[in-house]
């Protein structure tokens, strides 16, 4: 499966089966989560098998079912931290749909993890992990013109990118993005104020690029 027929096929997910996360499969994430941080300076932790982070009320609130293993986004406090995480965060959510697993990104219906933060370093957001009870449902989403500046002129790289940013998840579904292509290379612009505007800028990026490539373009502010 290629890298934008498995952006489609991942939903979120929040109930999950009574089913241990294979040994090998952690052997996997754990892999991969050591080579991302040690390409951006984060401390991602995958925690399993605690119980406790999604036994609160909050969760009940927010529907999760047997969620016992997460992925805990930390990193030393920066101006940037929020979108770091999610573009890493992300790259962890496709490497775990790829190995059969189910995710879910949660800001607020959590409680305390078991994730190690040391001191100078914060926990911006976890992301629920598990064989899912189903594969999830397509959310609605907006159209391409509310959300770049694509035209039937733009280059294909440019509008399969925004292709696979559309299919990233966002916080409340709320979408509150625009990819703009220019002279200068693409722009993503978000309003000023918002929920986790900044994380959501970070799975909208990588999303955007993985699929339009490295190769063609340069992110600008």
């Not at 489609?8 to 241990?20: D, N, T």
């Not at 962890?92 to 933060?117: D, F, I, R």
Request: hydrophobic share 40%; glycine share 8%.
């Amino acid at each position: 499966m290629d890298i934008f027929e498995l952006m489609k096929s991942r939903h979120s997910v929040r109930q999950f089966q009574e089913k241990a996360i294979a040994p090998e499969v952690r052997q996997q994430l754990d892999a991969y989560a050591a080579e991302l941080n040690a390409s951006s300076g984060l401390h991602m932790q995958v925690v399993y098998d605690e119980p406790e982070c999604f036994g609160t009320r909050l969760a009940h609130y927010g529907r999760f079912e047997n969620a016992r293993n997460y992925i805990s986004l930390v990193g030393r406090k920066s101006a940037d931290l929020d979108e770091l995480c999610g573009y890493y965060g992300e790259l962890m959510v496709l490497k775990a749909q790829e190995l059969g697993l189910n995710t879910c990104w949660v800001a607020l219906t959590h409680g305390k993890s078991h994730a190690v933060v040391a001191d100078g370093e914060r926990e911006t957001i976890v992301i629920a992990l598990g064989y899912g009870v189903s594969q999830g449902t397509a959310r609605r989403s907006k159209t391409m013109q509310q959300v770049s500046n694509a035209t039937a002129n733009s280059p294909q790289w440019f509008i399969r990118g925004v292709e696979a940013a559309m299919l990233a998840p966002t916080a409340m579904n709320q979408q509150k993005f625009k990819f703009v292509l220019s002279d200068k290379g693409v722009e993503v612009k978000t309003p000023l104020l918002g929920a986790y505007l900044k994380l959501d800028c970070g799975i909208v990026k990588c999303h955007f690029e993985l699929v339009a490539g490295k190769e063609n373009f340069t992110f600008v502010k």
